[in-house]
T-cell receptor, first 110, second 116 residues
Framework: SQQGEEDPQALSIQEGENATMNCSYKTSINNLQWYRQNSGRGLVHLILIRSNEREKHSGRLRVTLDTSKKSSSLLITASQAADTASYFCATKTSYDKVIFGPGTSLSVIP | DGGITQSPKYLFRKEGQNVTLSCEQNLNHDAMYWYRQDPGQGLRLIYYSQIVNDFQKGDIAEGYSVSREKKESFPLTVTSAQKNPTAFYLC???????????????FGPGTRLTVL
C-alpha cells in the first residue's frame, strides 16, 4: 500500500550544489515527514510539515508541501559530502499509520 | 539512533532455524514497529504494536512473529517459514499511534540478517 513515492530514485551532485528531491502521494494527509538514512544505519527524522503548512526550514533544509498537487519537495542547500545518504518521505493520514516511500539515493561528490 | 537499541548488529542463520532479533527502547513510547529493508529498497512494515500485549500485522507478516510483554521491548522472531529472510531489519518507536499524533518515528541502528 504505497502512499508516497520519491523522485528521482537517484541523484548525484557536486559538493556545494543544491539537491532537490520530490515526493508525491495519493490520498489526503495529516502530515508529511522526511527521513535520512546513511548506509547501513537506521533512519533519522529530519523535518515534519503539517497539511496546513506550505513551507518549513531547518538549517540547510527546506521542505515545501502542495496539497493541491499532493506533492512535497526537500531542498538541501550547499550540499556537503556528509549529506550522501538515502532520503525517504513518510506520509501520515488520519486513518492509517505512517507509510514510507521507496527513497531517493543522494550522492554528493567532493 | 538515540533511545532504541537493536541486537545483534549482524546475525547469521542456517536454513530451517528460527532467530530472534532484539529491540529495546527507553523513550517511554507506546508504539513500536518492525520493518524489513532489502538492498536499494524502501521500508516494508512487518508488525507494529500500539500498546503492551497488543500487536498488528503489517504488510509482510508471513513467516514472522512478535511479542510485546513489556513497553520497552518488542522482539521479532524470524521463523523457518520465512522463505527469503536475508535482509536488513529496522525497529522503530513513536510516542503513540492514533489519528491525532504525528507518528514521528525513532529508529534503531538495525540488524543485518544473513541466511547461510
Amino acid at each position: 500500500s504505497q502512499q508516497g513515492e520519491e523522485d528521482p530514485q537517484a541523484l548525484s551532485i557536486q559538493e556545494g550544489e543544491n539537491a532537490t528531491m520530490n515526493c508525491s502521494y495519493k490520498t489526503s494527509i495529516n502530515n508529511l515527514q522526511w527521513y535520512r538514512q546513511n548506509s547501513g544505519r537506521g533512519l533519522v527524522h529530519l523535518i515534519l510539515i503539517r497539511s496546513n503548512e506550505r513551507e518549513k526550514h531547518s538549517g540547510r533544509l527546506r521542505v515545501t508541501l502542495d496539497t493541491s498537487k499532493k506533492s512535497s519537495s526537500l531542498l538541501i542547500t550547499a550540499s556537503q559530502a556528509a549529506d550522501t545518504a538515502s532520503y525517504f518521505c513518510a506520509t501520515k493520514t488520519s486513518y492509517d499509520k505512517v507509510i514510507f516511500g521507496p527513497g531517493t539515493s543522494l550522492s554528493v561528490i567532493p | 539512533d538515540g533511545g532504541i537499541t537493536q541486537s545483534p548488529k549482524y546475525l547469521f542463520r542456517k536454513e530451517g532455524q528460527n532467530v530472534t532479533l532484539s529491540c529495546e527502547q527507553n523513550l517511554n513510547h507506546d508504539a513500536m514497529y518492525w520493518y524489513r529493508q532489502d538492498p536499494g529498497q524502501g521500508l516494508r512494515l512487518i508488525y507494529y504494536s500500539q500498546i503492551v500485549n497488543d500487536f498488528q500485522k503489517g504488510d509482510i507478516a508471513e513467516g514472522y512473529s512478535v511479542s510485546r510483554e513489556k513497553k520497552e521491548s518488542f522482539p521479532l522472531t524470524v521463523t523457518s517459514a520465512q522463505k527469503n529472510p536475508t535482509a536488513f531489519y529496522l525497529c522503530a518507536s513513536s510516542i503513540d499511534l492514533d489519528s491525532s499524533s504525528t507518528d514521528t518515528q525513532y529508529f534503531g541502528p538495525g540488524t543485518r540478517l544473513t541466511v547461510l
